[in-house]
């Protein structure tokens, strides 16, 4: 089952915001871009992106800000990657443990993560 999202565009970068509304989590932004300056101004960000890294995520308590920065030389191999680190992120600030008897949330998460976010290639 996938969760239907509309892809804003906007000047520098494409994104869509996802109401996840788990643990502390409200909304986890999903954003395509080469140019990580405006992303940067219209979510109020203080975090530097290292410019030669295909993708990233970002786990912002003290902005509130939720979200995987994706290139467009990503694919999904990068959004994967990025989804494990979101759902470990979320998990950490849940204080829930990662291990072998407990690994079905995060599973589950990046399930939820990676099917979200495959709707920006579609
Ligand atoms: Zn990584």
Do not use: W
Not at 51 to 59: D, F, N, P
Request: aromatic share 12%; net charge negative; hydrophobic share 40%.
């Amino acid at each position: 089952m996938m969760d239907k999202i509309k892809i804003q565009k906007r000047k520098g970068f494409r994104y869509f915001s996802y109401k996840l509304d788990l643990f502390s989590v409200n909304y986890v932004n999903f954003i395509i871009t080469d140019n990580y300056e405006p992303v940067k101004k219209r979510f109020d960000l203080e975090f530097e992106v290292d410019s030669t890294s295909v993708a990233c995520s970002i786990y912002d308590t003290e902005q509130n800000f939720v979200g995987i920065i994706l290139t467009e030389k990503a694919n999904l191999d990068s959004l994967v990657h990025e989804c494990v680190h979101i759902a470990v992120g979320i998990m950490d600030h849940a204080n829930i443990p990662i291990t072998e008897e407990n690994d079905e949330v995060l599973a589950y998460l990046v399930e939820k993560l990676f099917n979200i976010g495959k709707q920006l290639f579609a």
